[in-house]
Protein backbone atom coordinates (compact mmCIF):
# COMPACT_ATOMS: atom_id res chain seq x y z
CA UNK A 1 0.00 0.00 0.00
CA UNK A 2 0.92 3.63 -0.86
CA UNK A 3 1.43 6.11 1.71
CA UNK A 4 -0.99 7.71 -0.15
CA UNK A 5 -3.50 5.56 0.00
CA UNK A 6 -2.91 5.12 3.92
CA UNK A 7 -3.36 8.94 4.31
CA UNK A 8 -7.27 8.39 2.88
CA UNK A 9 -8.01 5.74 4.40
CA UNK A 10 -7.06 7.93 7.78
CA UNK A 11 -8.75 10.82 6.77
CA UNK A 12 -11.75 12.19 8.98
CA UNK A 13 -14.74 13.97 7.53
CA UNK A 14 -16.89 16.49 9.80
CA UNK A 15 -20.67 16.13 10.12
CA UNK A 16 -23.23 18.60 11.53
CA UNK A 17 -26.76 16.73 11.54
CA UNK A 18 -29.44 19.06 13.13
CA UNK A 19 -32.20 17.06 14.39
CA UNK A 20 -35.43 19.03 14.33
CA UNK A 21 -38.35 17.97 16.50
CA UNK A 22 -41.63 17.93 15.38
CA UNK A 23 -42.58 19.53 18.71
CA UNK A 24 -39.77 22.23 18.87
CA UNK A 25 -41.45 25.46 18.19
CA UNK A 26 -39.37 28.00 15.16
CA UNK A 27 -37.73 30.64 17.13
CA UNK A 28 -35.78 31.72 14.33
CA UNK A 29 -37.25 35.10 14.02
CA UNK A 30 -36.74 35.82 18.17
CA UNK A 31 -32.79 34.42 18.03
CA UNK A 32 -32.30 36.96 15.14
CA UNK A 33 -33.80 39.69 16.80
CA UNK A 34 -31.45 38.60 19.73
CA UNK A 35 -28.30 38.43 17.12
CA UNK A 36 -29.12 42.07 15.93
CA UNK A 37 -29.39 43.83 18.82
CA UNK A 38 -26.46 41.97 21.03
CA UNK A 39 -22.59 43.17 19.96
CA UNK A 40 -19.52 42.53 21.81
CA UNK A 41 -15.97 43.81 21.60
CA UNK A 42 -13.93 41.06 20.60
CA UNK A 43 -11.49 39.41 23.04
CA UNK A 44 -8.21 40.39 23.07
CA UNK A 45 -5.46 38.28 23.30
CA UNK A 46 -6.54 34.69 22.39
CA UNK A 47 -4.40 32.53 19.89
CA UNK A 48 -4.93 33.58 15.93
CA UNK A 49 -6.77 29.90 15.07
CA UNK A 50 -9.74 31.32 17.33
CA UNK A 51 -10.12 34.10 15.18
CA UNK A 52 -12.30 34.02 11.55
CA UNK A 53 -10.18 34.63 9.37
CA UNK A 54 -12.56 36.67 7.03
CA UNK A 55 -13.03 39.14 10.24
CA UNK A 56 -9.07 39.28 10.86
CA UNK A 57 -8.22 40.52 7.56
CA UNK A 58 -11.10 43.12 7.25
CA UNK A 59 -9.27 44.75 10.21
CA UNK A 60 -6.43 47.76 9.59
CA UNK A 61 -3.28 47.92 11.10
CA UNK A 62 -4.32 49.88 14.45
CA UNK A 63 -7.53 47.51 15.28
CA UNK A 64 -4.97 44.50 14.91
CA UNK A 65 -2.47 45.94 17.67
CA UNK A 66 -5.59 46.79 19.73
CA UNK A 67 -6.73 42.78 19.77
CA UNK A 68 -3.44 41.95 20.82
CA UNK A 69 -3.36 38.41 18.93
CA UNK A 70 -1.42 35.85 21.23
CA UNK A 71 1.43 34.37 19.27
CA UNK A 72 0.32 30.98 21.44
CA UNK A 73 -0.51 27.88 18.87
CA UNK A 74 -3.89 26.53 19.55
CA UNK A 75 -4.28 22.40 19.76
CA UNK A 76 -7.31 21.83 17.60
CA UNK A 77 -8.75 18.30 18.66
CA UNK A 78 -10.85 16.66 16.20
CA UNK A 79 -14.12 14.51 17.26
CA UNK A 80 -15.08 11.41 15.57
CA UNK A 81 -18.46 9.85 16.93
CA UNK A 82 -19.49 6.93 15.37
Do not use: H
Request: aromatic residues 8%; proline residues 4%; contains cysteine.
Amino acid sequence: MSSEESSIENEIEEVLRVKNMEWRRCVNRELELVDFQSSRAPVKGLPMALYDSAWITGLSQRQMEGLQVSNQAFPWIKIAIG
